[in-house]
């Protein structure tokens, strides 16, 4: 499935998108909300990581607190769209992913200008499998932290490998039928989804922004992890949210302090 889509321009409409991968910090704190069968249901696929032969275990990977701030990876799609949802977001279409890691650009192979996976000082600028040079040439043999190596132009780490991520749309090997207004190929069916950007095992040209990939709903891959997103009525109404909910508590502290001076 690679890049058979073909070239076509739509309209998006105005949303957020996170500057981060999922952690896996952050998805532990969600799995403590979640019923015992919940959690049980929505942990990552340990036997999806013990295929790819790590040299840690899983409980390591994910427990730890050495990898606290690494991305979650093992989740299938239906976790990862809970784990939106249960964040009053949700997953990025496959164009809202695309036109936030080009960061408003057109044309370019990667999050940054030129052709090589390396910059002036000859450092690699994404973590990926560059062959045979090895996993680690990169500094990280698996994933690295959602804050390593440089943002792209609109501050998104590790748009470009690491993790891959998770959108909305199923797979359609063309954009024929997609509408030119906010476009997302849906299916109440299980069935393979778009997977962007690539992961630490991809080769550079997966980790390319123009490159799809796919794979089934139901399965999970230590390859591939979350980026979550958000319409922006609904953020900036959070926003106003929680902008009101801080300065109550203010004017509650002052109130207090008042009644104590008294």
């Known amino acids: 499935y690679l890049q058979t889509a073909g070239l076509r321009r739509v309209t998006i409409s105005s949303f957020f998108i996170d500057r981060y991968e999922v952690t896996n910090a952050e998805y532990r ?3 403590a909300t979640l019923s015992e069968q919940e959690r049980e249901d929505a942990l990552p696929d340990s036997t999806s990581w013990e295929r790819e032969g790590a040299r840690i275990s899983f409980n390591e990977y994910f427990y730890s607190n050495r990898f606290d701030d690494y991305p979650v990876v093992g989740v ?10 249960a964040k009053e977001r949700r997953l990025p279409t496959e164009a809202e992913w695309e036109y936030a890691a080009r960061s408003g650009e057109q044309g370019d192979i990667y999050p940054w200008k030129g052709y090589s996976t390396r910059d002036s000082e000859g450092d690699f600028r994404a973590n990926f499998n560059p062959g045979r040079e090895g996993y680690a040439v990169d500094g990280y043999s698996f994933t690295a932290p959602v804050d390593a190596f440089e943002a792209n132009r609109w501050g998104l780490y590790n748009i470009s490998g690491n993790a891959a991520e998770w959108t909305a749309d199923a797979y359609s090997p063309n954009f024929l039928q997609l509408a030119d207004f906010n476009p997302v190929v849906k299916s109440d069916e299980p069935t393979d989804r778009v997977v962007r950007g690539g992961s630490w095992r991809s080769d550079a040209f997966f980790i390319g922004l123009g490159v799809r990939d796919t794979q089934n709903e139901v399965d999970a891959s230590p390859m591939v992890g979350i980026r979550c997103a958000q319409d922006r009525n609904v953020g900036e ?4 949210e929680y902008e009101a909910a801080l300065a109550q508590a203010a004017a509650d502290a002052a109130a207090e302090l008042n ?3 008294n």
Do not use: G, H
């Open 29 to 31: 704190d969600y799995l």
């Open 76 to 85: 299938n799609w239906n976790e990862a769209s809970a784990y939106c949802e």
């Open 237 to 240: 109404r959070k926003k106003e």
């Open 259 to 261: 009644a104590v001076s």
